[in-house]
């Protein structure tokens, strides 16, 4: 008797060891694994207009010089009198911005840069002389500047600007003639003048903009400028004697509306 109860103990505990080995079994089978977290893009690169540019423009531009008649002596014989001219010009320039970024308060939206360009004119029209009914031809023929500019973001690839600096502009002599027509009677020879310049415009990144697949560090720049030169005494000699006649008291004024493509080198914004 006592070997057969410990023989039913033994068959009990085989029964209850197979039951949970099979119920451990079927719960390891329906456990999942563990769902792997998704891979997270690094963010993108912070937008920053720090770096340096080239740029090609071309735009509409017009000159206006005030001017007056001066004797050999140079007293004023004449008053004072304005000549204009208008036409295209082209050219090109480059520089280099700093932004202020991120951690500098009011002006982490801010940037300051220095560019220097210069372009190729044709701004011309008829300058009528101060004296007497004679007329040529004065044409602005080329221009260079420097300087610097300032301005704010008003979005991160959109920026507003004000810009100022130095300048000077070639133009060419004049032929004066007879208004009623024939050969040349007097010249002015060409002149280099110098001035200054103020500004501003407004630059905005292409890539992206209205879904367009263009380059990343291709901007589109608009821009008003206004040019204020020195006054020059300018000698006004006789053909063909090459005499002395007198003087043209001239000092111009330049208005120049531009438009460009920038290329801004390893351009990271988005």
């Not at 997270?40 to 509409?60: F, I, K, N, Q």
């Not at 911005?97 to 982490?108: A, I, K, L, R, V």
């Not at 301005?151 to 070639?170: A, D, E, I, K, S």
Request: hydrophobic residues 40%.
């Amino acid at each position: 008797m006592g070997m057969t109860m410990r023989i039913a103990k033994l068959a009990l505990l085989a029964s209850l060891s197979a039951v949970g080995l099979a119920s451990g079994s079927a719960f390891a089978a329906d456990m999942r694994m563990p769902a792997k977290a998704p891979m997270v893009a690094p963010p993108p690169p912070a937008v920053s207009w720090t770096g340096c540019y080239l740029e090609g423009d071309g735009g509409y531009g017009l000159w206006n010089i005030d001017h007056s008649g001066e004797n050999t002596a140079g007293a004023t014989v004449t008053t004072e009198t304005t000549s204009g001219g208008r036409g295209w010009f082209a050219g090109g320039g480059g520089g280099c911005d700093y932004q202020f970024g991120p951690g500098t308060g009011f002006w982490s939206n801010w940037v300051v840069g220095a560019f220097a360009d210069a372009h190729w004119m044709d701004l011309h029209k008829n300058f009528q002389g101060s004296f007497g009914p004679f007329v040529g031809e004065e044409k602005e023929t080329s221009a260079w500047a420097v300087g610097g500019r300032i301005g704010y973001l008003v979005t991160p690839n959109v920026f507003t600007y004000w810009n100022g600096g130095y300048t000077q502009t070639r133009f060419d002599g004049i032929n004066f003639a007879s208004s009623f027509g024939g050969p040349t009677l007097a010249t002015i020879g060409s002149h280099t003048y110098s001035g200054w310049f103020i500004g501003g415009g407004t630059e905005i990144a292409l890539s992206g903009l209205f879904g367009m697949p263009l380059p990343a560090g291709l901007f589109w720049r608009s821009e008003y400028r206004y040019s204020s030169f020195n006054s020059a005494n300018l000698p006004i000699t006789l053909v063909p004697s090459g005499a002395l006649f007198g003087f043209e008291n001239t000092r111009p004024f330049v208005q120049t509306i531009t438009t460009a493509l920038v290329w801004r080198f390893g351009w990271l914004g988005r």
